[in-house]
């Protein structure tokens, strides 16, 4: 198989892509520190559809809070990988994490060899 990397971008804004430990604990640690950055009940301009003019759907839900808190989790994750295994350490796993209402999303994956 050789080595190459592979590059995860996610295509959305309110859903993330991200290496940490898969421990319980942390996980819920995790999402307490989101809550607390960017809480779901704060004010929102993106929110207030009296005021928001762009980018409107049919049925737009409030999701002012997820759009911040993926600013802290971010787009794209890069992992190498040799002979099939990935490069990652110990403790470390890749996560999806859904920051609004679940619904099908897409990820964009790119295969560079080395």
Request: negative net charge; aromatic residues 8%.
């Amino acid at each position: 198989m050789g080595k190459f990397r592979f590059t995860a971008l996610i295509q959305h804004t309110t859903f993330s892509v991200i290496i940490n430990e898969n421990e319980p604990l942390l996980i819920k640690d995790v999402q307490h520190f989101l809550e607390r950055s960017a809480p779901k009940d704060a004010y929102y301009g993106h929110n207030d559809f009296e005021l928001r003019t762009v980018s409107m759907r049919p049925n737009e839900c409030p999701n002012g809070h997820a759009h911040c808190q993926h600013l802290i989790l971010g787009t794209s994750e890069i992992v190498p990988v040799i002979d099939g295994n990935p490069l990652l350490g110990e403790f470390q796993r890749v996560f999806l994490v859904e920051l609004d209402e679940p619904k099908p999303r897409q990820i964009a994956i790119q295969v560079m060899g080395l």
